[in-house]
């Protein structure tokens, strides 16, 4: 059947690259066998995502039914009853990208309801969907399906992404076996559930009164962890118990114990197959108030619920309750970032390496230079800030290095690096360092020299102002005077034509070359041989 399958959407795929050219998806790989790299847990997993995209898919269900065949257990569903799946498309690299290109491949016994994003092409056997995905992210598609199966029959779904330079192949596609199962008729076995919670962990003075209830205080940057307690009252097993935790208003859900099927920052789903007769079972959610809240008190909610397959409907008054929590809003703190370079003097033309640490982790930040004539440079370091998304509490060694080629005074001059950040809960932070740019005195002629005909280059650094430069023999007899003039401060080549005074070429020898600045005064020797 998967063949079959298999082949409808290569077609399918075939006709969508005529109608839009632009469309390349040629680098699917075949998904295998079906169940050869289905996870069926709504999680992508990962393998290499260094500098590159690395997307990968799962596909999922929210049935809710489990079925045991041959000692396997799949998914399952009601016949005739509607159900969704879940595309789950995750980018686990540190480039983001788009043109993602998502298929799902659907057996011919269901029929689709709906889909959510709406998909770009599509027909009975086959939806096809184009995405974009920042670095580190992930988004799911929802398509409603109607089940046409027969009972005892099962389904295969196939979902394949391909993204453009994707770091990973192996995580590009994941199957999904459904089957379909009878409707069961009036339970005579019925059972009742309840749930109870217990925070685990607050101090004992975090409490405030609200309508009489008494409400534990939830501290900003501090996660809550709370204990769930099902029971099944009766002394029939519950069968397909669903529980869900849901934040009704800004709460966070941060954590689930033990892993659930699925989770968001906002609502959590477990399905569990079974519970004994009046037996226990315990869960447990974190929670927290969010990092951004205004200032002031506010009231938390959140919900949970449970519930089975063959619950009496007279017995599901306590399979609902409600949590309440006090926070209160406090502005962000202020963080201080840090700024450093090995030396804080440097000479003109140097190459000046910085390095940066944040203490919170950050949305976004910049590194301003402010140099001495007030002008400031905010877009030096934009590329390695934009591939870069710093932890907390790593040095990061920024690989483009500032240069000042010249100084605009005489004198030693103060560069100021500026580094501003804001954190991801809002808060701002900045620090900053002063280097002092010293101008540098150096005369630097080739050792040997065989003059061609573009002369012969000799190198030197100055403060700036006036230089004088001048060739003698080794007996110490004026040959020529190189240069007498005034430069800025910086590197600087003149090109010297090998002729004395009187314009004649100049022999092989040993000669000395000395130069003079307004304050300082040093000589090189070069050896010419023609």
């Known amino acids: 059947m998967k063949d079959k399958q298999k082949s409808g959407a290569m077609q399918i795929l075939l006709l969508y690259c005529v109608l839009h050219p632009l469309l390349i998806f040629s680098q699917i790989q075949p998904s295998g066998d079906a169940g050869a790299s289905a996870s069926g847990n709504g999680t992508v997993v990962s393998v290499s995502s260094a500098q590159a995209p690395d997307?990968?898919?799962?596909?999922?269900?929210?049935?809710?039914?489990?079925?045991e065949r041959d000692g396997a257990t799949f998914n399952a569903v009601y016949c005739q009853d509607a159900f969704e799946s879940i595309v789950h498309v995750a980018n686990f690299g540190d480039q983001p990208t788009s043109n993602i290109r998502v298929m799902l491949t659907l057996p011919k016994e269901v029929r689709v309801l709906d889909q959510t994003p709406p998909p770009v092409y599509g027909n009975e056997n086959s939806l096809l969907w184009s995405l974009t995905l920042p670095a580190e992210s992930d988004t799911s598609i929802i398509v409603s399906l109607s089940n046409r199966l027969e009972a005892e029959a099962s389904a295969v779904f196939v979902a394949e992404v391909h993204a453009p330079d994707d770091a990973n192949p192996g995580n590009d596609s994941d199957s999904l076996t459904i089957w379909s199962i009878d409707t069961p008729a009036n339970v005579s076995d019925s059972c009742d559930?309840?749930?109870?919670?217990?925070?685990?962990?607050?101090?004992?003075?975090?409490?405030?009164?609200?309508?009489?209830?008494?409400?534990?205080?939830?501290q900003q940057g501090r996660v809550y962890p709370i204990s769930l307690s099902l029971s099944n009252l009766t002394a029939s097993a519950a069968q397909n118990i669903r529980v869900k935790c849901n934040a009704l208003d800004d709460g966070v859900i941060s954590g689930a114990d033990p892993?659930?099927?699925?989770?968001?920052?906002?609502?959590?789903?477990?399905?569990?197959?079974?519970?004994?007769?009046?037996?226990?079972?315990k869960l447990q959610a974190d929670v927290s108030a969010p990092p951004e809240l205004p200032d002031g008190r506010h009231i938390l909610n959140f919900q949970l619920q449970v519930a089975a397959d063959n619950e009496l409907s007279t017995a599901t008054g306590d399979n609902l309750a409600l949590l309440q929590f006090v926070a209160y809003g406090q502005p962000p703190q202020p963080f201080e970032p840090r700024i450093e370079m090995?030396?804080?003097?440097?000479?003109?033309?140097?190459?000046i390496w910085l390095r940066v640490l944040f203490p919170v982790p950050v949305i976004s930040w910049d590194v301003l230079v402010h140099l001495p004539d007030g002008e400031i440079i905010d877009d030096l370091f934009d590329s390695f800030i934009a591939r870069t998304t710093p932890r907390p509490d790593v040095w990061y060694d920024i690989d483009e290095p500032f240069v000042l080629p010249a100084l605009q005074g005489g004198g030693a001059e103060e560069i100021v690096f500026e580094i501003r950040a804001t954190g991801a809960n809002g808060a701002s932070g900045s620090a900053s360092f002063s280097v002092s740019i010293q101008g540098s005195f150096a005369l630097m002629p080739p050792n040997v020299v065989h003059p061609e005909s573009d002369g012969i280059p000799i190198d030197f650094v100055v403060p700036g102002g006036r230089v004088e430069m001048n060739l003698y023999d080794v007996?110490?007899?004026?040959?020529?005077?190189?240069?007498?003039?005034?430069?800025?401060?910086?590197s600087h080549t003149l090109?010297?034509?090998?002729?004395?005074?009187?314009?004649?070429?100049?022999?092989?020898?040993?000669?000395?070359?000395?130069?003079?600045?307004?304050?300082?005064?040093?000589?090189?020797?070069?050896?010419?041989?023609?």
């Open 259 to 281: 892993s659930p099927y699925t989770f968001t920052a906002d609502s959590i789903v477990w399905f569990i197959r079974e519970i004994a007769p009046f037996v226990s079972v």
């Open 342 to 351: 090995q030396s804080l003097t440097a000479s003109v033309s140097d190459s």
């Open 55 to 67: 997307v990968g898919v799962t596909l999922s269900t929210n049935s809710g039914l489990w079925i």
């Open 495 to 530: 090109f010297w034509n090998g002729m004395t005074e009187q314009g004649q070429l100049v022999g092989s020898g040993v000669y000395l070359i000395t130069m003079r600045t307004e304050t300082e005064n040093t000589w090189k020797k070069m050896i010419i041989v023609r």
């Open 193 to 218: 559930l309840s749930i109870q919670y217990r925070l685990l962990t607050v101090p004992a003075d975090s409490f405030e009164a609200l309508n009489g209830d008494t409400l534990a205080v939830l």
């Open 475 to 490: 007996a110490g007899r004026f040959i020529t005077t190189l240069v007498d003039a005034s430069y800025e401060p910086g």
